[in-house]
Nanobody, 115 residues
Framework: QVQLVESGGGLVQPGGPLRLSCAAS????????MGWYRQAPGKQRELVAT???????NYADSVKDRFTISRDNVKDTVYLQMNSLKPEDAAVYSC?????????WGQGTQVAVSS
């Protein structure tokens, strides 16, 4: 059974940092492209960042130069380092594991940005 378990969400002040983690189990982690997505209230889910099995990364324009996605193929974990957070970054952040004909989601972790 595949599980993706996010952690690290919470309340942070504008301009502050936060690091999200997603621990994967039940799959061959290093074969999957891992991604972070977010959904704010009343909005559609959107891509934040992805990292391929080979380490290539892709970011939404809104988070480039502020967020960094990384992965640890020994710990089967993907991270999202978020810096210079803005109120518009507040959302539920979900982890995704994707490869051909296989797609899995975590339950999400809430990020709130407020003073």
């Amino acid at each position: 059974q595949v599980q993706l378990v996010e952690s690290g969400g919470g309340l942070v002040q504008p301009g502050g940092p936060l690091r999200l983690s997603c621990a994967a189990s039940g799959l061959i982690f290093n074969l999957y492209t891992m991604g972070w997505y977010r959904q704010a209230p009343g909005k559609q889910r959107e891509l934040v960042a992805t990292i391929t099995s080979g380490g290539s990364t892709n970011y939404a324009d809104s988070v480039k130069d502020r967020f960094t996605i990384s992965r640890d193929n020994v710990k089967d974990t993907v991270y999202l380092q978020m810096n210079s957070l803005k109120p518009e970054d507040a959302a539920v952040y979900s982890c995704n594991a994707n490869r051909v004909r296989r797609n899995f989601w975590g339950q999400g972790t809430q990020v709130a940005v407020s003073s």
